[in-house]
């Protein structure tokens, strides 16, 4: 019998990616097609829904072309807000989840008591239905980037989620995961508009000629899966546009969907049947948007730039470079907060900046394992990580270094697609995902802290880093005033 392949949609902050993926998770045949996102002003960051489809329809005909795939598992980032007719036209643009400009919005609700992050799907799912007519609002389909494109997969035959795409969104409040009148009656919007919820690895309908859907997840989710961080306490981080802690905590649910003390908050790490698995989220909002930042001023010529950097940089310079490019995430949550470089000199260099951004994004990482385990009460020992990031093994150093725990690094960083994947055959095996995943075999690498966690190196490198962290926050006051 051949070996079964799932075709694998990736919805990035920067492309929509193909990949064919076997029943080993193995990534053969992979194709990716780039989504630019807009700034047109400060603080918006949106995607012409045009070139969305058109980039999704780009990678499909590829990957038909190279193997008919048993089944389909979409993967995206979240939050990401999309509205449309139901003929398909799009209303305005795709909203990024790093956009801010319902902020106001969210300061509105929050007098109300009712808790949404500008970083959250429903203050932008309002804007966006703001743009017709109110009679004509019972026509809208609201949808993150999974339900957008399954809707241009399926021909708008299906108008669906899952649960880790869903309890993102703001439109939901309790942990029983169902849709919040009260958020849509306050937001003016009918119960219409929203997809049906389903389990991750689920059924979504069939799409490109009758090829069954079987999985779905946010890309966070989906890379704590595809990483095999699935038992209670495990937890892995992703280097991407933003920096993403997450740590599976079990079928036991939280007490409620709130932000807790030290910044990190309640997902649902994934859902299959009945069974709803829950997790807990750190988010950075800026971290590999600085390097791109630094990409596009010149500062940093090539990637290679970065592989080059000193893992010992820190031990000789005291430039320090704080991403803040819309504000900071956990465990501060200060929309306000602004990028500063610090310590600069006649003798800085280019590529000290880079190393100093690298070191910064590495003490990002350490803040969200102690805000995780402060507020879990799960200690992490090691730490898996993925994200186009960890191919630079002076960074992966750095972050050894930085949290003073053993990093664990995997063959391929696409962690989110082989997580998506994993949902997938799963379904197709008719096996529990847990089970399934289990079977497969994993040999990573093992990068271990050469700066003892404690010790007076350690510290001093953490206290100064905090430091420069403060110079940061409040610097646009009014988006600063956000909090949920």
């Known amino acids: ?76 980032q979240r939050a990401t807000t999309a509205m449309w007719k139901s003929d398909g036209q799009a209303v305005g643009p795709i909203l990024s989840w790093m956009d801010l400009r319902t902020a106001p919005m969210c300061l509105t609700l929050a007098e109300k008591g009712i808790s949404i992050a500008p970083n959250q799907s429903a203050t932008k799912a309002a804007f966006l239905a703001s743009l017709v007519p109110e ?135 994934y859902s299959q049947g009945g069974t709803v698995v829950w997790g807990s989220e750190a988010i950075a909002l800026a971290t590999g948007s600085m390097i791109n930042w630094l990409m596009a001023t010149g500062i940093m010529r090539s990637l290679e730039d970065a592989n080059r950097s000193d893992p010992d940089f820190r031990a000789h310079s005291e430039l320090r470079v704080v991403p803040a490019n819309v504000g900071l995430g956990t465990p501060e949550w200060d929309f306000g907060a602004r990028s500063v470089i610090t310590g600069l000199d006649l003798s800085t260099t280019s590529a000290d900046i880079v190393a100093a951004t690298l070191d910064a994004v590495a003490q990002i990482a350490a803040d969200l394992v102690e805000a995780t385990v402060a507020d879990t009460g799960h200690e992490i020992s090691r730490l898996r990580a993925d994200g186009a990031m960890c191919r630079n093994s002076a960074f992966v150093q750095m972050v050894a270094d930085a949290c003073g725990i053993e990093v664990e690094l995997y063959e391929t960083t696409e962690a989110s697609t082989q997580g998506a994947a994993l949902l997938a055959h799963a379904q197709l095996a008719g096996a529990n995902l847990a089970d399934y995943a289990g079977s497969l075999r994993r040999s990573p690498t093992i990068v271990s802290p050469r700066t003892p966690r404690d010790g007076t190196t350690w510290k001093a490198r953490r206290e100064a880093w905090r430091e420069s962290k403060d110079l940061s926050r409040e610097s646009i006051p009014e988006l600063s005033a956000v909090h949920f």
């Not at 051949?2 to 029943?23: K, M, N, T, Y």
């Not at 299906?158 to 795409?165: E, I, L, Q, S, W």
């Not at 849709?179 to 119960?191: F, I, Q, S």
């Not at 495990?234 to 546009?241: E, L, R, Y």
Request: hydrophobic share 45%; glycine share 10%; charged share 15%.
């Open 1 to 76: 019998m051949p070996e079964r392949l799932v075709l694998c949609i990736d919805l990035g902050s920067s492309s929509v990616r193909g990949s064919l993926v076997d029943e080993q998770l193995l990534i053969g045949a992979a194709w990716s097609a780039p989504l630019p996102a807009r700034t047109p002003v400060p603080n918006f960051v949106d995607y012409d829904a045009i070139a969305v489809a058109a980039a999704l329809e780009q990678v499909c005909d590829a990957a038909l072309a190279e193997a008919r795939p048993a089944a389909i598992a979409i993967t995206n």
């Open 135 to 269: 009679d004509e609002r019972p026509d809208l389909r609201f949808g993150t980037l999974d339900s957008f494109v399954l809707w241009q997969l399926t021909g708008g035959q299906v108008h669906a989620t899952d649960h880790t795409n869903a309890a993102m969104t703001g439109f939901i409040q309790t942990v029983s995961l169902a849709w919040d009148d009260r958020v849509l009656a306050e937001l003016g919007l009918p119960h219409s508009i929203l997809p049906q919820v389903l389990p991750s690895a689920g059924e979504f309908g069939h799409a490109l000629g009758g090829i069954p859907v079987l999985g779905m997840a946010g890309d966070q989710q989906a890379s704590l899966i595809g990483l095999g961080c699935l038992a209670q306490g495990q937890a892995k981080v992703t280097f991407g546009t933003g920096t993403m802690l997450d740590q599976a905590l079990g079928i036991e649910p939280p007490p409620d969907t709130k932000r807790k003390p030290k910044g990190t908050f309640p997902i649902v790490a």
